[in-house]
């Protein structure tokens, strides 16, 4: 699938028939997204490996709960985050920090120096977590390419 935008509708017609004609004007993401990319897939260990098939970046929407404080390694990108037991969502695709149920800005609960794609070829995803502390991630791939 790709990503568009309506940026605007002219040259709107009626004809005698009651039938509407139109130009539709749009702004298209260059990519094609995979629909496989948009399987939620569960990082089920601390030290777990994903992998892009595609020869592009894909821009991930990761989503994290527990309590307390944790650090994310996806490859070299490092994100500290801060949890009080409300699923939080890292959304790259919109640069983004929000409370799931809400969509609520969070960033204050997320110190990173970006957020992280996924690049060609195999990911560590590593993170750090207190004993006991329960702790979930899911990630959403958004596989895509030319």
Same mark, same amino acid.
Not at 8 to 19: C, E, L, R, Y
Not at 23 to 36: G, Q, R, V
Not at 65 to 79: K, L, Q, R, S, Y
């Given at each position: 699938?790709?990503?568009? *935008?309506?940026? %605007?509708?002219?040259? *709107?017609?009626?004809?005698? @028939? %009651?039938? *509407?004609?139109?130009?539709?004007?749009?702004?298209?993401?260059?990519?094609?997204?995979?629909?496989?990319?948009? &399987?939620?897939?569960?990082?089920?260990? #601390?030290?777990? !490996?994903?992998?892009?098939?595609? @020869?592009?970046?894909?821009?991930?929407?990761?989503?994290?709960?527990?309590?307390?404080?944790? !650090?994310?390694?996806?490859? !070299?990108?490092?994100?500290?985050? &801060?949890?009080? %037991?409300?699923?939080?969502?890292?959304?790259?695709? #919109?640069?983004?920090?929000?409370?799931? =149920?809400? %969509?609520?800005?969070?960033?204050? @609960?997320? =110190? $990173?120096?970006?957020?992280?794609?996924?690049?060609?070829? $195999?990911?560590?995803?590593?993170? =750090?977590?207190?004993?006991?502390?329960?702790?979930?991630? @899911?990630?959403?791939?958004?596989?895509?390419?030319?």
């Amino acid at each position: 699938y790709q990503r568009a *935008v309506c940026t %605007g509708i002219t040259n *709107v017609a009626v004809d005698t @028939k %009651g039938a *509407v004609s139109a130009t539709i004007n749009f702004n298209c993401d260059p990519f094609l997204y995979s629909k496989s990319g948009l &399987t939620e897939i569960e990082v089920n260990s #601390n030290n777990y !490996t994903i992998t892009n098939r595609e @020869k592009w970046d894909a821009e991930p929407i990761i989503k994290v709960n527990g309590n307390g404080v944790f !650090t994310i390694t996806v490859n !070299t990108d490092v994100i500290e985050i &801060t949890l009080d %037991g409300a699923e939080i969502t890292i959304d790259k695709p #919109n640069e983004d920090v929000y409370y799931t =149920s809400t %969509g609520i800005s969070c960033n204050d @609960k997320i =110190s $990173a120096a970006r957020l992280p794609v996924l690049k060609p070829g $195999a990911n560590e995803i590593t993170y =750090s977590t207190g004993l006991g502390t329960d702790f979930t991630m @899911k990630i959403i791939p958004n596989w895509r390419r030319l």
